[in-house]
């Protein structure tokens, strides 16, 4: 990763899993939406910098949001929702409509990856570490000097 704090060439989908075991995408996927969500997408000057132009650029694999949503899948079955961790397509649906997951209903009921188009690890804003907003200001100095 480069100091503007995007990761431009990396790979489009991202195994939700390892062995069988959920996993949390890497701080590096955090910094990059932030940087382009923040930054890149409140500012008309980087509209048509190439790092801007494809919004599918990046990994796509997470969601910073203020508060996790209840789980839509726990609400529909009429049992306790818990807090969602995933914002993803069902993939046991024809029409693969897109619901907040808790991890539970994500394993039995969401994709095997994360990615743009395919579903998002949701983070609230204030799981962000201060490693990863020290290096957000970084990158949002780098970007606004451009």
Known sequence: M?????????????????????RRPPEDHVLDHLVRVEVLAGDDRFLFMPEYLSRYSGPGTVAVIEELPPCDVCKRRERESRPARYDAALIAMDTRPWAYMCPLCFVEQGPPQLGTGIGQYLVERAEVTAAVWERFRRAKQVWLKR
């Open 2 to 22: 480069d100091d503007d704090g995007l990761l431009a060439d990396s790979p489009r989908r991202w195994d939700a899993s390892e062995g069988g075991v959920l």
